[in-house]
């Protein structure tokens, strides 16, 4: 991350504890009528502080869901309970390490409503205002669609009220994802109404490093690329709004992904990345060994890994896990045996740098969404099209066959996405959404597999004496 990005986040994240005598807005809590004298750069900075709390959010999410979906361990060696409590408790404590990732969610979704109700106060013209609300209510689908990749069927609050006092209910999963959809076209409309007026405020390198989309014209493909995800987990979950076989959904996220640029002749990594860096303010990679030497990879990696016609793992295994670690192999506090097992395999995705960027999104994750979206609305000629340059482009493995049935085509797209987006937050929500938790492999008999992150207690116990209707919905068990 640029210098420039590491100031203006010290800016957002410590100035708000200073006099407040200083004309400086309070940016970690802001109000749509706290924005400061300047509303026009209290809006930018504002805008750096909603992408700077959307990363903070990116190295715990990869990490649980990774350990949910048996990518990863967090064998922190003095205390057992940040791998435990994922994976040998039923039900999961909703006071324990394993209900992390919601709060933060929520402050950023706090500080996206304020700053969308500052937009419609501040001196701007009609194009600028529209750029900035097509670019709030994009994160804002963004980090609901993370809300509901952890809690899934116990749903989200989607309505944050001006009064942060006034609690607004859960609503199931189906309908927080289709208030995802509306938001992201709502912001596919804002971005559109600013033509070529650039944003009034920066987006950092990561929206121009691999691709470019830093204009409302181009953040419009980024936002279409979340709109295709969303549009294709809701299919494959059967949401009513996607229509038999979840036709409606997968069609739209077609057209989605044409305005995303899905394209197998440009790179594989093209996309948006959150950065790091070591300027004061800012901060390292957390996923990078150097920074969390405690992250490790499951060695089911290893073991499940497709070969290629020479016999070897398939290149995004050789590319992306690295073996040994340093001492290894490493254990679960308890040594192997009920606690789990040990492994002696990193992860090297982030390995070159503390700084290493993170994707938000991928060229390589639109092709397989394509794929999906493909078979599932009849062309299954144009899903084995895209399988098969997968298979050969990024994991150099010959071609196959047509595909007998959904069933082989679904297996053969999890082992796909498996290994092209290794450890970017997506295994364990793919098995979920086929109905493939139980493929998961456990380690202990002990172990379960969850479904599942639960509300965590703190926010539970503000909603005790609410109405019912308000309240947190109640942790359930595992059945795996």
């Known amino acids: 991350m640029t210098k420039t990005f590491a100031g203006a986040l010290a800016a957002c994240l410590l ?29 930018a900075l504002a805008a750096t502080g909603i992408l700077a709390q959307d990363r903070g959010g990116y190295g715990g999410y990869t990490s649980d869901v990774g350990i949910f979906g048996r990518e990863s361990y967090n064998y922190f060696p003095t205390d057992g309970r940040s791998h435990t409590h994922f994976v040998a408790q039923n039900p999961l404590d909703n006071a324990g390490f394993a209900s992390g990732n919601f709060a ?3 402050t950023t979704l706090r500080n996206i409503d304020n700053f969308l109700g500052a937009v419609n106060i501040a001196p701007l013209t009609p194009e600028r205002a529209a750029g900035a609300r097509g670019f709030a209510e994009t994160f804002e689908a963004l980090e609901l669609h993370y809300v509901i990749a952890q809690r899934h069927d116990y749903g989200a609050v989607v309505q944050i009220n001006a009064d942060a006092r006034e609690l607004s209910p859960f609503v199931s999963r189906d309908s927080a994802q289709n208030y995802i959809i509306a938001r992201l076209d709502s912001a596919r409309t804002y971005l559109l109404a600013a033509g070529s007026t650039p944003f009034f405020f920066p987006l950092h390198a990561g929206f121009t490093t ?46 989605a992904l044409t305005e995303a640029g899905v394209d197998t002749t440009a790179s594989l990594g093209r996309g948006v990345y959150h950065l790091y860096s070591t300027e004061s303010g800012d901060t390292r990679n957390g996923l990078n060994p150097a920074v969390n030497k405690d992250l490790l990879a499951h060695p089911s990696i290893q073991t499940e890994a497709p070969l290629d016609t020479l016999g070897q793992p398939d290149q995004r295994y050789r590319t992306k896990i690295y073996t040994p670690v340093p001492n290894a192999p490493r254990c679960p506090v308890g040594g192997a045996g009920a606690a789990g097992i040990c492994t002696s395999l990193g992860f090297n995705m982030y390995n070159a740098s503390q700084t290493a960027p993170t994707p938000i999104f991928r060229n390589e994750e639109l092709i397989l969404l394509q794929a999906e979206a493909l078979y599932f609305t009849g062309s299954s000629g144009g899903a084995l099209a895209d399988i098969n ?5 990024s994991g150099g493995l010959a071609p196959r066959g047509a595909f007998v049935d959904a069933n082989d085509f679904i297996t053969e797209l999890l082992l796909q996405r498996r290994y092209s987006l290794l450890w970017e937050g997506h295994r364990w929500v793919d098995v979920r959404r086929f109905g493939r938790i139980p493929t998961l492999p456990l380690d202990a008999p002990s172990h379960f597999r969850q479904v599942q992150q639960p509300v965590p207690q703190a926010e539970c116990l503000q909603r005790e004496k609410a109405a019912l209707a308000l309240r947190c919905p109640p942790v359930v068990p595992t059945p795996f």
């Open 389 to 393: 340059f997968i298979r050969r482009v």
């Open 104 to 106: 933060g969610r929520y």
């Open 210 to 255: 691999n691709g470019t989309f830093n204009t409302p014209a181009t953040f419009l493909q980024f936002n279409r690329a979340i709109a295709a995800r969303v549009q294709v987990w809701r299919a494959s979950l059967g949401n009513p709004a996607c229509g038999a076989g979840g036709v409606t959904c997968y069609t739209a996220a077609l057209a």
């Open 15 to 43: 100035l708000a504890a200073c006099n407040t005598d200083l004309t400086v807005p309070n940016l970690n809590n802001p109000t749509p009528g706290g924005i400061g004298n300047d509303p026009i750069n209290g809006l």
